[in-house]
């Protein structure tokens, strides 16, 4: 048997992981310069305000998840999955062309419609990896590559935000350089879903149905159908709900509690990715090759107790008045400012030890004629959730006008209250289904 760490030089799997990497890394250049792009009004055609826009385009990359997943998830059980990889790729570079002409002319809806049109393809996309990951891999191989998957997508969003903002800052407003980079991008993703390999079909006499309100309530009520899975799946989307609700805030804490400038924010998302990274790999090391469990209460430990942490950190935070600390300045200050970064690269570490065996767990043990279908499943949930986490951290901060800290503390009880139900209601179920699983 080969060795886990050859995962990666494997023609079964390194065209995969580098198609979702580039994809993954184009998706998070094209919206990081959108998001610059908004802020500094380097489009002449911009009238909304900035945090409308942001809004509005947080809302269009998200709005596709709830519409078509339940429509990707059957195309992906339907047809070779390799093949739909590439339609997928290809589709990605006319999007890129699309956003390069609202670039170059300064067009606002034609960037928008294309940030729509990446998160729609980003849909279709997501239930035939997930689903081709279980057939590539041995079942041993299962948490391996599922965590060099998480670390690689962490790294592509880092790497994403910091190749889109650099591109924006050294170009000058010259639009032209970060329509040449997202196609370039594109095209790299594209040569290399030539080398997936092609997969067997899993479910051919499935009837489309292009009705999506309807399939997405059929393909929710079948996940829900296996008591085991929709577990899986609500844990994932916790995940989802938790992440979004702590990343949103990372700018409002960085300005407000930590006196800094966006430099600042860019370095906390940076410690979060890097930290997810790390979890993600070492979940593996010491939770082993096997699908197991083992892993996700101490992540769910680690998501309250050092969300208590950052909290407690930030209240030690001194006042500041004057200009915002730059990137140098925030290292200059007292201890109080290590213990934020400690503190979120801590829950990144802690998301990886939960997210990747969860997510091992939705393939291993999806019935595999309807894998495609459960993936999709879980990312109309995690769309569900990461839109409750929105209302959520609105109505504790805006309407509410509770602290920030408070909210960190708030969802890191829920976390605690909601993991310890998903436990007590998930071991059981996995303790029978894993002898199904060696067999």
């Known amino acids: 048997m080969k060795k886990n760490e050859h995962l990666l030089k494997s023609r079964r799997f390194l065209p995969m992981f580098l198609t979702q ?13 959108l998001l610059l792009v908004f802020t500094y009004g380097w489009i002449s055609q911009q009238s909304a305000n900035v945090s409308t826009l942001n809004n509005l385009a947080a809302l269009l990359f998200i709005l596709p998840y709830f519409i078509f997943s339940a429509t990707a998830g059957q195309l992906a059980d339907k047809y070779e999955r390799a093949q739909l990889v590439r339609a997928i790729k290809l589709l990605e570079i006319i999007i890129m062309l699309i956003g390069t002409v609202g670039f170059i002319l300064g067009n606002l809806w034609l960037l928008l419609m294309a940030l729509f049109l990446m998160g729609a393809q980003s849909t279709f996309f997501g239930p035939i990896k997930y689903a081709i990951l279980p057939e590539v891999l041995k079942p041993h191989e299962l948490m391996s590559g599922n965590a060099i998957f998480q670390s690689g997508t962490s790294i592509a969003i880092l790497l994403g935000m910091i190749l889109g903002g650099a591109v924006i800052s050294v170009s000058a407003g010259n639009l032209v350089w970060i329509s040449l980079t997202v196609v370039i991008i594109a095209l790299i993703g594209y040569a290399s879903s030539r080398f997936v390999l092609t997969q067997r079909v899993t479910a051919p006499d499935i009837q489309i149905d292009w009705n999506f309100f309807r399939t997405s309530f059929q393909t929710f009520k079948y996940a829900k ?3 085991m899975i929709f577990l899986i799946l609500l844990g994932n989307s916790w995940y989802w709900f938790y992440g979004a609700t702590y990343l949103t805030q990372i700018p409002q804490l960085t300005q407000q509690n930590l006196h800094a400038s966006e430099n600042v924010v860019s370095l906390l998302l940076t410690l979060f990715s890097v930290g997810i990274g790390v979890g993600s790999l070492l979940c593996r090391k010491i939770g082993g090759t096997d699908v197991n469990i083992k892993m996700v209460p101490i992540g769910a430990v680690g998501l309250t107790v050092f969300a208590f942490y950052l909290a407690g950190a930030l209240a030690f935070v001194p006042e500041k008045t ?7 300045e925030v290292f ?4 109080s400012y290590y213990h934020v970064m400690c503190a979120v690269t801590l829950l990144g570490i802690s998301g990886g030890f939960y997210i990747v065996p969860l997510y091992a767990m939705m393939q291993a043990y999806s019935p595999r004629s309807h894998r495609a279908r459960v993936v999709a499943a879980n990312n109309i949930l995690n769309a569900v959730f990461m839109v409750s986490s929105a209302i959520f951290s609105i109505l504790i901060l805006s309407i509410l006008k509770i602290d920030l800290k408070i909210l960190f503390s708030i969802t890191a009880v829920l976390s605690a209250v909601f993991t310890f139900w998903l436990l007590l209601k998930l071991k059981p179920m996995l303790d029978t289904a894993q002898d199904s699983l060696e067999d």
Not at 21 to 33: H, P
Not at 322 to 328: E, Q
Request: cysteine-free.
């Open 21 to 33: 990497f580039f994809g993954a890394l184009n998706d998070n250049v094209y919206k990081q310069a």
């Open 225 to 227: 159908s296996l008591p």
């Open 322 to 328: 004057g200009a915002l600390l730059g990137l140098a």
């Open 332 to 335: 200059q200050q007292d201890w």
